[in-house]
T-cell receptor, first 110, second 110 residues
Framework: NAGVTQTPKFQVLKTGQSMTLQCAQD?????MYWYRQDPGMGLRLIYY???????DKGEVPNGYNVSRLNKREFSLRLESAAPSQTSVYFC?????????FGQGTRLTVV | SQELEQSPQSLIVQEGKNLTINCTSS?????LYWYKQKYGEGLIFLMM?????EEKSHEKITAKLDEKKQQSSLHITASQPSHAGIYLC??????????FGAGTTVTVRA
């Protein structure tokens, strides 16, 4: 019963570097999400995927790209990291009555 | 999310006292989630409400969705140090997104 698994848990990047955050769920959920959490701002939706093969922008998509590789996996890519992208990132999956979250990735861009 | 307003932003309560957090939506809610988060950790699902007037309880935490389905309240009875953390409400607006409020930070003083 892994639920939602995110990797890595911590990452430090230099400005301009790229990286991909990985997310996988084993609950056969159709919907998956990527959020960022900053102090005092709650969870802000970056991108979401309502089903395999579809992705849509959320509130704060600039500087990010996503891929819904299959029903299980939804990755978030930073092509050219900026200090403003320093944050805690959460992946989630959802099917009606409950949304499950990963443990988060703490990303620092220096 | 600008569509969800949580109040208060933070509160300090004496151990043993009750507290209430509100979550107000600018549009009709198809589902309202409550989560708790310890600082630096993932989100713990508390409960989900879907029907107007619905009320659910888990241990000393009770949440209610009003009849018009645009506001929810979370009430903690006889607070304990274990209730400290950030409480987040999340909304299903029937658009595949899952939007969150900015959160309420609860401090419980012994």
């Amino acid at each position: 019963n892994a639920g939602v698994t995110q990797t890595p848990k911590f990452q430090v990047l230099k400005t301009g570097q790229s990286m991909t955050l990985q997310c996988a769920q084993d609950m056969n959920h159709n919907s998956m999400y990527w959020y960022r959490q900053d102090p005092g701002m709650g969870l802000r939706l970056i991108y979401y995927s309502a089903s395999e093969g579809t992705t849509d922008k959320g509130e704060v998509p600039n500087g990010y790209n996503v891929s819904r590789l299959n029903k299980r996996e939804f990755s978030l890519r930073l092509e050219s990291a900026a200090p403003s992208q320093t944050s805690v990132y959460f992946c989630a999956s959802n099917r009606q009555a409950e949304a499950f979250f990963g443990q988060g990735t703490r990303l620092t861009v220096v | 999310s600008q569509e969800l307003e949580q109040s208060p932003q933070s509160l300090i309560v004496q151990e043993g006292k009750n507290l209430t957090i509100n979550c107000t939506s600018s549009k009709t809610l198809y589902g309202l989630y409550w989560y708790k988060q310890k600082y630096g950790e993932g989100l713990i699902f508390l409960m989900m409400l879907q029907k107007g007037g619905e009320e659910k309880s888990h241990e000393k935490i009770t949440a209610k969705l009003d009849e018009k389905k645009q506001q929810s309240s979370l009430h903690i009875t006889a607070s304990q140090p274990s209730h400290a953390g950030i409480y987040l409400c999340g909304a299903d607006f029937n658009d595949y997104k899952l939007s969150f409020g900015a959160g309420t930070t609860v401090t419980v003083r012994a």
